[in-house]
T-cell receptor, first 117, second 115 residues
Framework: SAVISQKPSRDICQRGTSLTIQCQVD?????MFWYRQQPGQSLTLIAT?????????ESGFVIDKFPISRPNLTFSTLTVSNMSPEDSSIYLC??????????????FGQGTRLTVV | GNSVTQMEGPVTLSEEAFLTINCTYT??????LFWYVQYPGEGLQLLLK?????DKGSNKGFEATYRKETTSFHLEKGSVQVSDSAVYFC??????????????FGQGTILTVHP
């Protein structure tokens, strides 16, 4: 398995501002992902964070709203830009394909609970 | 595209009752199927998985069988405990993908078990 640390664990932000969420993994991983869990709803994949290149976004998510960085194989950030109350969600970092283990299942961080007021 | 449909919740049971949470899916090819669990105040954890038809995943007394003919992956446990109270998510990963990280989730089922 992998130990995934997310910061912050929760935050309350003013609308119109931006928040950057950090994800740190205890080992180098090939695949990192960002998910959103809106209140009372399921998880939706936002994007795949690619090391050394631009993130790959899923339908309905754009780079201007959710810029992602992945400077190395153990770290990624997700920024929620120009926030509105509709962005209030739990944001989760996920990793898969752990080194030396082939095609492994996904592991998740504890999530960042964001409230926009 | 892919989709996962779970039974409506919440589900409330007494301790030692039998549990079934239904999950059906729509996908191209032969996806891999997962059940994840989210205990109160904790992150998402993999409960069990099955990667091909007729496979049975099992863990902590929970079981689910990959049924291709009915496109289902129902979760079962013969005798639930209070500690099983959590939110359960059915999920799939694309067939032939290079990673199980790109998941499509069902809506989640809240399970509450009373003593």
């Amino acid at each position: 398995s992998a130990v995934i640390s997310q910061k912050p664990s929760r935050d309350i932000c003013q609308r119109g501002t931006s928040l950057t969420i950090q994800c740190q993994v205890d080992s180098q991983v090939t695949m990192m992902f960002w998910y959103r869990q809106q209140p009372g709803q399921s998880l939706t994949l936002i994007a795949t964070a690619n090391q050394g290149s631009e993130a790959t976004y899923e339908s309905g998510f754009v780079i201007d709203k959710f810029p992602i960085s992945r400077p190395n194989l153990t770290f990624s950030t997700l920024t929620v830009s120009n926030m509105s109350p509709e962005d209030s969600s739990i944001y989760l970092c996920s990793v898969a394909n752990l080194p030396g283990q082939g095609n492994t299942e996904a592991f998740f961080g504890q999530g960042t609970r964001l409230t926009v007021v | 595209g892919n989709s996962v449909t779970q039974m409506e919740g919440p589900v409330t049971l007494s301790e030692e009752a039998f549990l079934t949470i239904n999950c059906t899916y729509t996908a191209t090819g032969y996806p891999s199927l997962f059940w994840y669990v989210q205990y109160p105040g904790e992150g998402l954890q993999l409960l069990l998985k099955a990667t091909k038809a007729d496979d049975k995943g099992s863990n902590k007394g929970f079981e689910a069988t990959y049924r291709k003919e009915t496109t289902s992956f129902h979760l079962e446990k013969g005798s639930v405990q209070v500690s099983d109270s959590a939110v359960y998510f059915c999920a799939l990963a694309n067939a032939g993908g290079t990673s199980y990280g790109k998941l499509t989730f069902g809506q989640g089922t809240i399970l509450t078990v009373h003593p």
